[in-house]
């Protein structure tokens, strides 16, 4: 009888997952009759959020030369390495550009092309372009993935889901919110992957409330300026007459931090260093378990400081009053209220100190008298924020962004730790390119683009939407239209995946925000027990093992495919014993 694998989910994750599949089988499986099954409406290897049918104009968030889907020497992992090109190499473009998602979701069907011709022979992998409405079985048995449109279920001995960004049903403001505009013929665009928004609904000339400042906004940015025909002039924005007027707030009021626009020379931080295997193996021996912020943070925090001050130390030493050696000695053995005695003493200009409280609120108890004000207050902090993540004088700031990847690697280990540290290492480590930010500024500048502040709170009364922060105390703004700019929450209560749903209702665990629970070693999905399910996997943002991408920054350790791997293995190990149990 033939093996049934069936992975719902054909994106980066999915074919990362082929991969390691290919990679480990030598080892672990000699791939006599085995049956791949990717399930997916969309195309194998870009999947939805890197598919050919949208916007040119919609970029990838990272350089070119950091991205890539292929392990190196650096991913903590058992099985092989499999080198390959990263996208740059493998596009033939340079290395710093900001490729279109056109060009990645290319670079990512080439992959998934390269992962199912390097599956040994026996192994044929079929591709079925629909949804998976549900998973049934015994723990014990076969499975069946039922499919949409489809009458018979996929038999298979395992599954994994492999599944990225979801829709999910609204919650109570935002029902609230889309409940009033109806009522009274307003625009109310909820959370969503923004290439997938319906914007024609957004007049041009219209003032329109939007909440959110990351990278879902500058998408949103992209797609009513530049896609409605405006173009930018150097630093000028030309506009076409189509434009409306955003005003945009957030819970911090400022943009995500630009992605840093230089090459960290010499050595790099030896991390990690405060906060490792040894530490996370610590919290997870607890036997009454942890709290993030009380016993985790700290670490992170002397973690990210360690990887700061390192740098500033051997990369410029004169803006020092320490000797390195010294000063490392120490900061390894102080409490927190003496660490930032040392430090004050070894390093004499408060801009060259790590304050990560500072960084994550910058507007914190800042008040502007008015409006304008604030616009142009807010735009010098832009433009300080570019000037300093694109000179390599601050190359402590590329240093702690080492420090957040390493960080985030252990983070996995642990399950979730809550949306807060998401959030943080995003706004830090996960910004828009510069050349986003001088786009935000141009617009600004040119008046369609108005900041509204931190903590922006939006009520719906008198026929419209009302926008307001304390940042600017007693100004309003409102409007007939409102975007939530963000994707929407990973959560499997109110996902409208109908597959997780039945998942939860069958019993899934999951975390007290609404993740699901999975093994941290292999990926296996868990009950409200904490049983690991023998024949159900499940990797994603929608996990408690979620990582910060599908594919990462070369020689940069990848969590993701060290999961991939332990998955991959698990799943090849599991159907060569079932193989020979049969047999026997």
């Known amino acids: 009888m033939r093996r049934s694998l069936v992975i719902v989910g054909a994106g980066p994750r999915g074919t990362g997952l082929i991969e390691r599949i290919a990679a480990n089988s030598p080892e672990l499986y000699d791939g006599a009759g085995l049956d791949i099954h990717l399930v997916d409406p969309y195309p194998p290897g870009a999947g939805r959020i890197w598919r050919a049918a949208q916007s040119p104009l919609l970029w990838m968030n990272s350089h070119a030369e950091d991205t890539t889907m292929f392990t190196d020497e650096t991913v903590d992992m058992a099985g092989p390495v499999r080198e390959g090109p990263s996208l740059h190499e493998w596009a033939g473009i340079d290395g710093r550009v900001f490729a279109d998602r056109q060009t990645q979701g290319a670079y990512l069907r080439w992959v998934h092309e390269q992962a199912v011709a390097a599956l040994p022979e026996g192994v044929t992998v079929h591709h079925h372009p629909r949804r998976a409405l549900r998973v049934s079985g015994p723990r014990e048995g076969r499975q069946q993935v039922w499919l949409e449109g489809r009458p018979r279920p996929l038999v298979a001995d395992l599954v994994v889901l492999a599944i990225g960004h979801l829709d999910a049903e609204l919650d109570d403001e935002q029902r609230e919110l889309a409940a009033y505009a109806r009522t009274h013929d307003l625009v109310h665009l909820p959370p969503d992957f923004t290439a997938d928004s319906d914007l024609s609904a957004i007049e041009a000339g219209e003032p329109v409330l939007v909440r959110g400042l990351g990278l879902a906004f500058v998408d949103l940015m992209v797609l009513l300026f530049e896609g409605r025909g405006g173009r930018y002039d150097g630093d000028t924005y030309v506009p076409s007459g189509r434009e409306p007027v955003l005003h945009v707030g957030s819970r911090r009021g400022v943009p995500y931090h630009s992605k840093i626009g230089y090459d960290l020379g010499g050595e790099r931080p030896p991390l990690p260093r405060f906060f490792g295997p040894t530490e996370v193996d610590g919290l997870l021996a607890r036997p009454e378990g942890f709290d993030f912020r009380r016993d985790v ?20 030493p004169e803006r020092t009053a320490m000797d390195r050696v010294d000063f490392e000695e120490k900061y390894a053995t102080v409490d927190p209220a003496e660490r930032q005695v040392l430090v004050a003493a070894a390093v004499p200009d408060t801009a060259d100190r790590l304050d990560l409280a500072a960084l994550d609120r910058p507007l914190d108890g800042v008040r502007y008298a008015t409006h304008e004000e604030f ?52 706004y830090l480590a996960s910004g828009p390119p510069g050349p986003r930010l001088r786009q935000m500024l141009a617009l600004s500048r040119a008046g369609l683009l108005k900041f509204v502040g931190a903590d922006m709170t939006v009520t719906a009364r008198d026929g419209v939407f009302r926008a307001s922060s304390a940042t600017v105390p007693g100004s309003f703004v409102e409007a007939r239209a409102l975007v939530e700019a963000r994707l929407p929450e990973p959560t499997i209560g109110r996902v409208r995946d109908p597959l997780l749903r039945r998942l939860r209702a069958d019993g899934a665990a999951e975390t007290p925000e609404g993740l699901l629970r999975v093994d941290p070693a292999d990926g296996r999905i868990l009950d409200r027990a904490g049983r690991p399910h023998p024949r159900r996997f499940a990797l994603g943002p929608y996990t408690d093992g979620r990582t910060p991408g599908a594919f990462t920054r070369p020689r940069t ?7 991939n791997d332990a998955t991959a293995r698990a799943a090849l190990v599991f159907l060569r014993d079932l193989a020979c149990r049969l047999a026997a």
């Open 375 to 426: 616009q142009e207050g807010l735009r010098g902090y832009i433009e300080d924020d570019l000037s300093r993540r694109h000179d390599p004088a601050h190359s402590a700031d590329q240093s702690v962004f080492f420090g957040l990847l390493s960080v985030y690697g252990q983070l996995v280990r642990l399950g979730d730790v809550g949306p807060w540290w998401h959030g943080f290492f995003s």
């Open 297 to 316: 943070w700290p670490l992170v925090e002397k973690e990210l400081g360690f990887a700061h001050y390192h740098r500033l130390f051997t990369a410029h």
């Open 557 to 563: 350790g990848g969590p993701a495919f060290r999961q």
